[in-house]
Nanobody
C-alpha cells in the first residue's frame, strides 16, 4: 500500500511559478513510476507529467512542455512538479499518482495509488 500526500498548491498570478510536492509512504516508492495529473472543473482528468522509477525518462503533456518539470528524490520518497510561466488555463486540482510499473504510464488506468489533490489557481 502506498499513501500519497500533495502540497504546494495555491493562488498565483499568470506568469508566476509554483512547486508541487508529493510525499509517499512505503518502501517500494523508488521502484514505481509516478505521475502528475490535473482536473479542471467540468473537464476530464488529464496527465500533466510522468517520470519513470529512476528519473531518466520523463513525459510531458503538450500544453505544459517547456514550462513544467517533473523530478523525483527517491531518498526522500518525494516527487516534484515545478511549474513556471503559469497560465489561467493551468488552473485545476493537481493529483499525484503512483504506478506499480517502473516505466512511465500516460493514462489514468496505469496508476494504482492517488493522492487527495492540491488546488492550483492562476489569476489573469
Amino acid at each position: 500500500q502506498v499513501q500519497l500526500v500533495e502540497s504546494g498548491g495555491g493562488l498565483v498570478q499568470a506568469g508566476g511559478s509554483l512547486r508541487l510536492s508529493c510525499g509517499a509512504s512505503g518502501r517500494t516508492f523508488s521502484s514505481y513510476a509516478m505521475g502528475w495529473f490535473r482536473q479542471a472543473p467540468g473537464k476530464e482528468r488529464e496527465i500533466v507529467a510522468g517520470i519513470n522509477w529512476n528519473g531518466d525518462t520523463r513525459y510531458y503533456g503538450d500544453s505544459v512542455k517547456g514550462r513544467f518539470t517533473i523530478s523525483r528524490d527517491n531518498a526522500k520518497n518525494t516527487v516534484y512538479l515545478q511549474m513556471n510561466s503559469l497560465e489561467p488555463e493551468d488552473t485545476g486540482a493537481y493529483y499525484c499518482a503512483a504506478s506499480t510499473s517502473s516505466g512511465v504510464k500516460l493514462g489514468i488506468n496505469g496508476y494504482t495509488y492517488w493522492g487527495q489533490g492540491t488546488q492550483v489557481t492562476v489569476s489573469s
